[in-house]
């Protein structure tokens, strides 16, 4: 099934990890094929993971994007996704941690992704406090 995406003037995205940026008008593509894709606003850069739920965040969006290197990737997501549940210990955010990892055991890379974006704001709320 074809993917449409709308974007904006100077809006980036990748594909396949090949960064690709608009032009100074509003466009839409239509992907007619699988393929990776994230917008810019979905892109952590590596100094950005810098905080625990964004340690987990990395290696799936590096997984999504570069399949090449999946081992590195999958080593460190399991590693940081470990670390972080042995840490926070709360029922709710437990049951998010198994969704990500069932997500990344059936590849369904962005989907975890997507859940991992909710777990930001659980982060910035304890960090606050």
């Known amino acids: 099934m074809p993917l449409k995406i709308s ?6 995205f990748a594909i396949n ?9 509003r466009t839409s593509l239509v ?13 952590l850069q590596a100094e950005e993971a810098n905080t625990p ?14 399949e090449e290197n999946f081992e590195q990737y999958f080593a460190e997501f399991q590693m940081r996704l470990s670390e972080f549940t042995d840490a926070v210990q709360l029922p709710e955010v437990i049951a998010v941690c198994m969704d990500i990892h069932k997500d990344v055991a059936n590849q369904n890379y962005y989907a975890a992704l997507k859940t991992c974006q909710n777990l930001f ?9």
């Open 7 to 12: 974007l904006k003037p100077g809006e980036k």
């Open 31 to 43: 992907l007619q094929n699988k393929a990776s894709i994230l917008r810019e606003r979905d892109i």
């Open 53 to 66: 739920v964004r340690r987990i965040y990395f290696p799936i969006m590096m997984m999504y994007l570069d």
């Open 121 to 129: 704001v659980f982060e910035e709320q304890l960090l606050a406090s």
């Open 17 to 25: 990890g090949a960064v690709i940026a608009n032009g100074d008008r």
